[in-house]
């Protein structure tokens, strides 16, 4: 063979570069879920906090919805209607005192955790 002449490329090079590429994409994908998942307990727990400090809580709560809604929306965009912000709510309201048992997924001692210290996992 040629000192110039190119070599092909080996295929199992160019499946193993796709490969990590590929893994690298499904966990950026998974991180970017799961850290939206925090959020949006936060919120739900930010929300629920701050309503039960309203003198008229049906009322207060509802005003509250409406101009944090308009408050996201203006700064983020869509996603964040009256009714985005009471699934928020109670979302946290269901799991905030959730007790799990022991899982294989104990075992990820590094997943983030929202300030009551739950943890989520997804598959």
Known sequence: MDKN???P???NFLQGVS???AKARKNAKTAVN?????AYFEIGRMI???EQHGANRAA??????KELSNYLTEIYGRGFSVTNLKQMRQFYL???N???????????????AVSTVRKFYLS
């Open 5 to 7: 002449e190119i070599t």
């Open 9 to 11: 490329i080996n295929r």
């Open 19 to 21: 490969d990590v590429l």
């Open 34 to 38: 799961l850290s939206m998942v925090y």
């Open 48 to 50: 629920v906090e701050e």
């Open 60 to 65: 207060y709560g509802t005003q509250l919805l």
């Open 94 to 96: 269901t799991y905030a």
């Open 98 to 112: 959730d007790q799990i048992g022991q899982t294989l997924s104990d075992q990820f001692e590094n997943l983030p």
